[in-house]
């Protein structure tokens, strides 16, 4: 493989890698915001309890991405010396928004509310918890804006080869950046609930019964119950937004090769590029035409439209668009029948003391979910912006630097292997930190030791 598609994978790495974790803290600010106001408001010690644990999950996935974070900066000028000589004068700017706005922000409070409940006063320790929740909501949307504006890009234009901005309220409010922040937020949300079921649900099952873990639990469960309807009609909206700015991407997720009406919704199928068609197809007659256009009768976008005269593809690959996101679709309509489903059991159990075992399994398998979700829809979107880097302005292959392609596999290798490391020890540390607080629970709760849980430790 050549030096371009090296460097393309090994961002790949990078980004995948490090989006797990602020798609856990985006969320996880506000549940914990959510639980110190319950505490503030009931004065149950349950809901503080349940702080102190999730607190440490937050400080976990904040110092991992952070550092993960780094290492894509640092690509910008060793891989992609093109993005920020091209657009720089849009990206540096935003970039630099979400350190000053948010990151310091973050930072600043996060001391105060792993370690400060019992040195603040209560006022204090909540308003840090607000802080640093606007801050991750601040951190996702200028990086939401400029991924955005790379996706439709508005308010520029070209100097002598250089993007200029002309007006900066266009670049940051780009057509598709509302729909496409609106979505993140909510899959990050998704992502936190089945985080807390999967993990209360794992407490139960080692033999936590403290109230705490009930709590969480059914606050896990019942969040997205809520949010997974909303994620399907606003995920409708963001692809409606897309089919009118970037067909060519609509036409590879649905692998939609002709131009026309009564368009079928594909729900299997191999695509074929060389040949232009699909193998082993299954789908259901109108559906996408009905999905896309809300028209049976509706015309979808062919792909066979996006290749020149001289033979150039101009669209996005097909098959890893095609499969990412019925990916992403097939773990949201499972997130949905979960959800609900144990949602339903929890109002018929009075509670989820009579919740099943198997149940309780099935939470925990679905525990990280989320970020499976999140990887199909991030890949859907980024992929199916190729074979541009910027859209109409800058292609994938103009901005990569000349890096010799050993060189690049060779760090691709040790970049893969340290993150292999640090997920599954982050996994691990997650498991063991509930494993441990249900030990100390069932140590207080059956008296055999006077046990203190002090924030942090």
Known sequence: MDGLILSRIQFGANISFHILFPTITIALGWVLLFFRLRFNATGDDRWMAAYHFWVKIFALSFGVGVVSGV?????????????????????????????????????????????????????????????????????????????????????YEIRDGVVHATDWLAIIFNPSMPYR????????????????????????????????????????????????????????????????????????????WNTGPNVPLILFAIPDEKAQENHFEIGIPDGASLILRHDPDGVVPGLKDFIAADGTVEHPPVAPLFFSFRIMVGVGVLMLLVSWGTAYAIRRKHGVDGLNPWLLRGLVVMTFSGWVATLAGWYTTEIGRQPWLVTGILSTKDAVADVPSGMVLSTLIAYLVVYAVLLVAYVTVVFRLAHKSSFLEERIHSGAAQVEVVPGE
């Open 181 to 256: 922040v609106l979505h993140m937020l909510l899959a990050s949300g998704l992502t936190v609930a089945f985080l807390i079921s999967g993990v209360s649900a794992y407490r139960r099952l080692i033999g936590d019964k403290s109230k705490g873990v009930r709590l969480t639990l059914q606050t896990g469960i019942y969040m997205a119950a809520v949010l997974i309807p909303i994620q399907i009609y606003v995920g409708d909206a963001h692809g409606l937004n897309t089919l009118e700015h970037q067909p060519q991407k609509i036409a590879a997720m649905e692998a939609n």
């Open 71 to 155: 290492t894509m900066s640092f690509q910008f000028g060793t891989n992609w010396p093109g993005f920020m000589e091209k657009v720089g004068n849009v990206a540096g700017p935003l970039l630099a928004y979400e350190v000053m706005t948010a990151f310091f922000l973050e930072a600043a409070f996060l001391g105060i509310m792993l370690f400060g409940a019992k040195r603040v006063p209560g006022w204090l320790h909540t308003l840090a918890t607000v802080l640093v929740a606007v801050g991750t909501a601040l951190s996702a949307f200028w990086i939401l804006a400029l991924n955005s504006w790379m996706q439709t890009p508005a308010g």
